[in-house]
């Protein structure tokens, strides 16, 4: 424009001119400028010269300070957010949310965080989670965090307010979702499973059972001991139906074909859970088994 108006180029002159002085080519052959031409070329030079420092500098501030490396992550990690499926949902990465977080991954199972935080961003980059910010009481990013695909979710938000108002929530977009949420209060562990949780914890009860136990009968926790032995040691939930390898089997037959299993307890569908089942009582349909043992055992069985 600016050589339109002052050296009435065309449009297609100007623009040649104008590449070729930012290209530091030179402004070509033929008549040379006006004195008015030349003091726009001398701006546009200036102009461009500092246009270009401010652009390496930019450039280097982002490299420098990993905006560029987080950005990337960023990305990629919207990306894989799109293609979870059968994950689970971990809202807040609080002190428990951690807690979870961690033992999903040691059994190698996948985990996204929703946080409210900000401040929080850079931890969660620091230990590779795949997270989404926002707030986890809102439909939209309980949909963004393929609530409706996920196998599960974990209400570790403080407030036991929001946690009932989350469970409501992922309870209407997937009913077969199943919701371990948080409870602070001992009156809202009630409200929490009228909203819809399979599974209400109060950490702090927990620990100080826990506690107790440490102090009056040490020895009682070396069987709890079992689920922490390490990642090639698993307990495993196995629901069984026609076509799965359990099916049809006694326990006996189950020992014997799954060596190193050893299942802890049975329930029959409409009955308790029965510990220590008979050698000869046979898995049917709807049956539940709890078996613990090697990782790899595990999955062959439970394919």
Not at 125 to 140: F, M, S
């Amino acid at each position: 424009m600016g050589y339109r108006l002052v050296e009435r180029m065309s449009v297609l002159d100007a623009f040649y001119t104008t590449v070729l002085t930012l290209s530091t080519v030179g402004v070509g052959r033929g008549p040379g400028p006006s004195v008015a031409g030349k003091w726009f070329t001398i701006s546009l030079i200036l102009f461009g010269v500092a246009a270009l420092f401010v652009t390496i500098g930019v450039v280097t501030e982002v490299l420098a300070s990993g905006e560029l490396g987080r950005w990337l992550r960023r990305k990629r990690m919207t990306r894989r957010t799109g293609r979870l499926s059968g994950h689970y949902v971990i809202c807040a990465y609080g002190r428990v949310g951690r807690a979870v977080t961690q033992e999903l991954r040691r059994q190698q199972l996948t985990a996204m965080v929703i946080e409210s935080r900000p401040e929080v961003q850079a931890l969660l980059e620091d230990h590779n989670v795949p997270y989404i910010l926002g707030d986890p009481a809102d439909e939209a990013v309980l949909k963004q965090a393929g609530v409706e695909r996920a196998r599960g979710l974990v209400c570790a938000v403080d407030s036991d307010a929001a946690n009932v108002f989350i469970t409501l929530t992922a309870r209407a977009l997937n009913s077969h979702l199943r919701i371990v949420a948080r409870a602070a209060e001992r009156r809202s562990i009630d409200k929490l499973r009228r909203a819809g949780a399979d599974e209400v914890i109060s950490p702090y009860s927990l620990s100080g059972r826990r506690m107790a136990l440490l102090a009056v009968r040490p020895s009682v926790l070396e069987v709890l001991e079992l689920l922490d032995l390490g990642p090639d040691i698993r307990l495993e939930e196995v629901s069984v139906h026609p076509g799965t390898r359990l099916h049809g089997l006694t326990i006996a037959e189950v020992h014997t074909r799954y060596a190193g299993v050893a299942v802890l307890a049975v329930r029959k569908p409409g009955s308790d859970v029965s510990t220590s089942p008979d050698r000869n009582l046979r898995l049917n349909t709807g049956d539940l088994v709890v078996a613990l043992g090697p990782v790899t055992i595990l999955d062959r069985m439970t394919r």
